[in-house]
């Protein structure tokens, strides 16, 4: 490869939107399987997945909820503030939030944006600029006027979620949630798990195939800016893993089982919790562990994940199941037979 996970993703291969909206179940999109032991390819459809799956497997799924994360406000500490488009990013654990500030005209970033700002919202809801994130510039840290469950009801009133130019039209939020999604709090929706339906998964717990539930609210995907985009630069995110799923997770470890993770932020939480023996423990806190080819798995011995754009900080972690050269030969593969990329795409089987 000329550079580290780059090739050429023709603009059609962007699923445009969901599944339903095609025609087929959200559990009949493509899946694409790769063997870690051989780097066998095979190409089937997602609800044949108990096909590639054991007895004592557990799969991992994050419940996190999608939250409509966009929101629409404008400058009030000034006469004829800029308005701009609000992308809440990440809740802190001084009870602020990371946001993305885009404005309404002309340059997104070119409005004047600054600490002191008051972002003002519907329905009474305000927010004081702080500063800018050290980790990652592009965002700001915010204060709302109002906390706790009452702003999380308000996002859901003003909100709606964070659509990209590959989207064809402002889809439902219900359109943006797994099944199984309980807890709000992901900036984005966790997709990995998009394709999973109750009757699968009551079809799957029937083979013996167990399931756990972890939380991690994930940030963006995308900072509207490539260069920071390129850089991969790891967000802190929030998780919770629970007494239940430690316990699943180390018995089935312990049997012989596999652990397999429903999505990139399984991968973060367990592994961010693991001791060096591989053993997980309850835990609650913020993650910014980044997962290339140089980590050594010791928890986690398969993903399933969607397909993810060239360079793509994604594809880094990737690296830690399958050399480099075998996820781009299987990506390459996946261009040629035009699977579809992105949220409402296609999936990707590591095992």
Known sequence: MAAPFT???????????????????RDQVRLLVIERATGKIEHTRFDKIDNYLRQNDLLVFNSSRTLPASMRGCDCSAAHGPCMEVRLAEHLPDDSWLALLLC????????????GMQIEFSEGLNAAVLARDLNIPRLWRLRFSITGTELVDLIYRLGKPIRYEYVSAPWDLDYY??????????????????????KLLFDLKRRGIDSAYIVLHTGLSSYMDDELDRAHPASEEEYFVSRITAQKVNSTRENGGRIIAVGTTVVRALESVADLDGCVGE???YTRLKINGQHRLKVVNGL??????PEAGHLDLLSAFLPAEQIHAAYEEAVARRYLWHEFGDLNLIL
């Open 104 to 115: 309404e005209q002309g340059d997104p970033f070119g409005c004047g944006l600054r600490a």
């Open 7 to 25: 090739f050429t993703l023709p603009p059609e291969l962007s699923a445009k939107e969901p599944p339903e909206r095609r025609g087929i179940r």
């Open 177 to 198: 949630q797994t099944v199984y999604a309980k807890e709000p709090g992901s900036a984005e929706m966790p997709s990995a798990g998009r394709a999973f339906t109750w």
């Open 283 to 285: 835990k609650q806190g």
């Open 304 to 309: 399933l994940t969607g397909l993810h754009e």
